[in-house]
T-cell receptor
Framework: DTGVSQNPRHKITKRGQNVTFRCDPI?????LYWYRQTLGQGPEFLTY????????KSRLLSDRFSAERPKGSFSTLEIQRTEQGDSAMYLC?????????FGQGTRLTVV | QKEVEQDPGPLSVPEGAIVSLNCTYS??????FMWYRQYSRKGPELLMY????GNKEDGRFTAQVDKSSKYISLFIRDSQPSDSATYLC??????????FGKGTRLSVIA
């Protein structure tokens, strides 16, 4: 499969725990985006990378959120000290030009 | 006012109908316009993209952009029950992240 891959697909965690999600983009794509989507809403932009450089991170929801793309390939999104309001679908997309292709998302439930 | 406005629906149509989905936007700098389809609990799937104004057709789908009115449309001809999904419009000025509408939930009834 050559699409965008996200793991895990589902994550249930207790409030206060840290979680990390992984995104493997389409191999030749140099841009990688993270979005969050809540029920009944469109995806909300969080941050993005061009190769290993993080070009925008001011839209991360709080300082509990961080993302990395250490070698310009896969990326991780970490949420520290999770809160119930963090429950959402976290989507990753990659792009090698005009079009952006999404993965299947990681659904986070904070209990 | 949000940058991209999209009526969330739900929209329910009989099988075979022509469906019209629309978005309006406020940022005149938007140049790239996309339509995604999202099935329940899945990631968005890119259907079509258009650069600047004009029409683009792909099978049963036609995308239209009217930059003078800041209005974009997606038409689905001969709609099928398998078209039942949420349709998201998205757009961006240049090489920047996409801004999405809320999505319109469509049901095509057999």
């Amino acid at each position: 499969d050559t699409g965008v891959s996200q793991n895990p697909r589902h994550k249930i965690t207790k409030r206060g725990q840290n979680v990390t999600f992984r995104c493997d983009p389409i191999s030749e794509h140099n841009r990688l985006y993270w979005y969050r989507q809540t029920l009944g809403q469109g995806p909300e932009f969080l941050t993005y990378f061009q190769n290993e450089a993080q070009l925008e991170k001011s839209r991360l929801l709080s300082d509990r959120f961080s993302a990395e793309r250490p070698k310009g390939s896969f990326s991780t999104l970490e949420i520290q000290r999770t809160e119930q309001g963090d429950s959402a679908m976290y989507l990753c997309a990659s792009s090698g030009g005009t079009e952006a292709f999404f993965g299947q998302g990681t659904r986070l439930t904070v209990v | 006012q949000k940058e991209v406005e999209q009526d969330p629906g739900p929209l329910s149509v009989p099988e075979g109908a022509i469906v019209s989905l629309n978005c309006t936007y406020s940022n005149s700098a938007f140049q790239y316009f996309m339509w995604y389809r999202q099935y329940s609990r899945k990631g968005p799937e890119l259907l079509m993209y258009t650069y600047s104004s004009g029409n683009k057709e792909d099978g049963r789908f036609t995308a239209q952009v009217d930059k003078s009115s800041k209005y974009i449309s997606l038409f689905i001809r001969d709609s099928q029950p398998s078209d039942s999904a949420t349709y998201l419009c998205a757009m961006r000025p240049g090489n920047t992240p996409l801004v999405f509408g809320k999505g319109t939930r469509l049901s095509v009834i057999a």
